[in-house]
């Protein structure tokens, strides 16, 4: 009897696989044309945005602090 309970655990989640499987591979319904555009332009302005947040301990850079030079725009104002 305790061999029939411990065959049937691996025998439901087989079965729950296939399952899982059968609806998570099936076919989907052709997209709409004008929901595929409009998801595609959402990604676009969404990639074009830039953040304004430091990394990770790290402060803001200013685009130009350094020039051809190498000397810092507050250091050379001081």
Known sequence: MQAIVWWIIPVVATVV??????????PRPPADTTDSVAEHERFRAAMERTLHRAP???????????????????????
């Open 17 to 26: 696989a296939v399952v899982w499987v059968s609806i998570a591979n099936r």
């Open 56 to 78: 990770l301990g790290g402060q803001l850079e200013d685009e130009d602090d350094d020039d051809d030079d190498g000397v810092d725009d507050a250091e050379r104002d001081a």
